[in-house]
């Protein structure tokens, strides 16, 4: 028999009458995940800093799909009073969440602080997601099956681990790959123990998480020879979406499942499900990250009858 297809973008359902946000929507993977989501049908909100750019990324959504129903709306994944304004205002216009794209990232910057003082990558890769999933969660909770998709990336297999005794790496040498991949760690962490309270807590949402494998969405990073590599055999981040968009739409996807690229050491190809790091999927590591989280954001929830805080 002839080996089936690849899943693609064609093999996205029509997606009308649902509500997607996507933050950091604005350029690479994010814009191409907002002009597949609008194109299929879905009411898409990009999300990001710069409304500038967010406008330019309506503008290119549109050229390709003119009836792109499209809304930007500005938030800060770095910064936690930016991201509670934009689950205030969200919450009191749109009636529903059906996907939540944790696609904005911090990769590889040098060693800084978010506003509210977290080590960059951590602050941004994970504790905004914590706390943007907590203050929507009575929007995904409207919508019959929401989904939640986290984004991972292969380094998190890179990193020496996630040290929450020194998140900020102040008794550590800091290296950048390194607290990157710590941050993904974070991320697919928090991914699993969502999956965990969610169905203890009989919630019909999904939460999910998806990597793009080599793809070319940061092509000044790193040095000389990265940044050509990443130009010469990285794949576009129209083929690294997809296993986020499969996350995001395919009927089959089942909470707690990661996916990523089907080809060699999951670095190219199309989607399939795939494994997490030993640690990352750790429930012990989980229950203490989700601990960790709460009382670093003041965000609470999926606790025994808590509500978002």
Same mark, same amino acid.
């Given at each position: 028999?002839?080996?089936?297809?690849? !899943?693609?973008?064609?093999?996205?359902?029509?997606?009308?009458?649902?509500?997607?946000?996507? *933050?950091?929507?604005?350029?690479?993977?994010?814009?191409?995940?907002?002009?597949?989501?609008?194109?299929?049908?879905?009411?898409?909100? =990009?999300?990001?800093?710069?409304?500038?750019?967010?406008?330019?990324? =309506?503008?290119?959504?549109?050229?390709?799909?003119?009836?792109?129903? =499209?809304?930007?709306?500005?938030?800060?994944?770095?910064?936690?009073?930016?991201?509670?304004?934009?689950?205030?205002?969200?919450?009191?216009?749109?009636?529903?969440?059906?996907?939540?794209?944790?696609?904005?990232?911090?990769?590889?910057?040098?060693?800084?602080?978010?506003?509210?003082?977290?080590?960059?990558?951590?602050?941004?890769?994970?504790?905004?997601?914590?706390?943007?999933?907590?203050?929507?969660?009575?929007?995904?909770?409207?919508?019959?099956?929401?989904?939640?998709?986290?984004?991972?990336?292969?380094?998190?297999?890179?990193?020496?681990?996630?040290?929450?005794?020194?998140?900020?790496?102040?008794?550590?040498?800091?290296?950048?790959?390194?607290?990157?991949?710590?941050?993904?760690?974070?991320?697919?962490?928090?991914?699993?123990?969502?999956?965990?309270?969610?169905?203890?807590?009989?919630?019909?949402?999904?939460?999910?998480?998806?990597?793009?494998?080599?793809?070319?969405?940061?092509?000044?990073?790193?040095?000389?020879?990265?940044?050509?590599? *990443?130009?010469?055999?990285?794949?576009?981040?129209?083929?690294?979406?997809?296993?986020?968009?499969?996350?995001?739409?395919?009927?089959?996807?089942?909470?707690?499942?990661?996916?990523?690229?089907?080809?060699?050491?999951?670095?190219?190809?199309?989607?399939?499900? =795939?494994?997490?790091?030993?640690?990352?999927?750790?429930? *012990?590591?989980?229950?203490?990250?989700?601990? !960790?989280?709460?009382?670093?954001?003041?965000?609470?929830?999926?606790?025994?009858?808590?509500?978002?805080?």
């Amino acid at each position: 028999m002839p080996s089936p297809t690849p !899943w693609s973008q064609t093999d996205i359902p029509p997606l009308a009458g649902q509500t997607v946000l996507v *933050t950091g929507a604005n350029r690479g993977l994010g814009l191409v995940l907002a002009s597949q989501f609008a194109m299929h049908g879905a009411h898409v909100v =990009v999300a990001g800093r710069d409304m500038a750019k967010l406008a330019l990324a =309506v503008a290119s959504i549109r050229n390709g799909a003119p009836r792109a129903d =499209v809304e930007p709306m500005s938030i800060d994944m770095a910064d936690l009073a930016s991201i509670r304004r934009f689950a205030d205002k969200f919450a009191a216009t749109h009636g529903k969440l059906d996907v939540l794209c944790h696609n904005a990232a911090a990769i590889m910057v040098p060693h800084g602080r978010t506003v509210d003082g977290f080590e960059s990558h951590i602050g941004t890769n994970h504790l905004g997601p914590f706390a943007l999933t907590g203050l929507l969660l009575d929007s995904l909770r409207a919508a019959p099956a929401a989904r939640i998709v986290s984004t991972g990336s292969l380094a998190h297999r890179m990193s020496s681990g996630l040290d929450l005794d020194d998140s900020d790496y102040a008794r550590r040498r800091y290296k950048e790959m390194d607290a990157y991949g710590a941050s993904k760690i974070a991320a697919l962490s928090f991914t699993f123990e969502l999956d965990r309270r969610l169905r203890r807590a009989q919630l019909p949402i999904r939460a999910v998480a998806a990597h793009p494998g080599y793809t070319a969405t940061n092509t000044d990073l790193g040095n000389a020879f990265i940044r050509l590599s *990443t130009k010469l055999f990285a794949q576009s981040p129209a083929i690294g979406a997809l296993p986020m968009l499969y996350a995001a739409t395919a009927p089959d996807v089942r909470s707690g499942e990661y996916f990523g690229p089907s080809g060699f050491k999951e670095l190219r190809g199309a989607p399939r499900r =795939v494994q997490a790091s030993e640690t990352a999927s750790d429930a *012990t590591l989980g229950a203490r990250l989700w601990n !960790w989280s709460q009382a670093a954001t003041g965000v609470h929830y999926l606790d025994a009858a808590t509500s978002p805080a």
